[in-house]
Nanobody
Framework: QVQLVESGGGLVQAGGSLRLSCAASGRPVGSYAMGWFRQASGKEREFVAHISRSGDNTYYADSVKGRFTISRDNAKNTVYLQLNSLKPEDTAVYYC?????????????????WGQGTQVTVSS
């Protein structure tokens, strides 16, 4: 099975940017469709972005479309999430996840492996 470790979170002002990384080990990340999710305090985990195994196809939540970009480098066994034009409502713990299902898309239940999360805090 694959192990996932997120990094790159932090405190940023509204309008700023961050790049999150998800490093995989144990199995090639190219074996999995990958997703990013987030969970704000007191709220349910919600979908942010999905990328296919090859990286050819991406899918985003409406709330982040045009601001966030998911990408992957299978040679480096890493998946990224570029966060631009950040808003206070983007504050959450961000998780990456791996799925054995090519079309896992936005469903939490379709992902098989999860990282421990990285905190993103956006100040107004």
């Amino acid at each position: 099975q694959v192990q996932l470790v997120e990094s790159g979170g932090g405190l940023v002002q509204a309008g700023g940017s961050l790049r999150l990384s998800c490093a995989a080990s144990g199995r090639p990340v190219g074996s999995y469709a990958m997703g990013w999710f987030r969970q704000a305090s007191g709220k349910e985990r919600e979908f942010v972005a999905h990328i296919s195994r090859s990286g050819d196809n991406t899918y985003y939540a409406d709330s982040v479309k045009g601001r966030f970009t998911i990408s992957r480098d299978n040679a480096k066994n890493t998946v990224y999430l570029q966060l631009n034009s950040l808003k206070p409502e983007d504050t959450a713990v961000y998780y990456c996840a791996a799925s054995n299902r090519p079309l896992a898309l936005g469903s939490v239940s379709r992902y098989d492996y999860w990282g421990q999360g990285t905190q993103v805090t956006v100040s107004s």
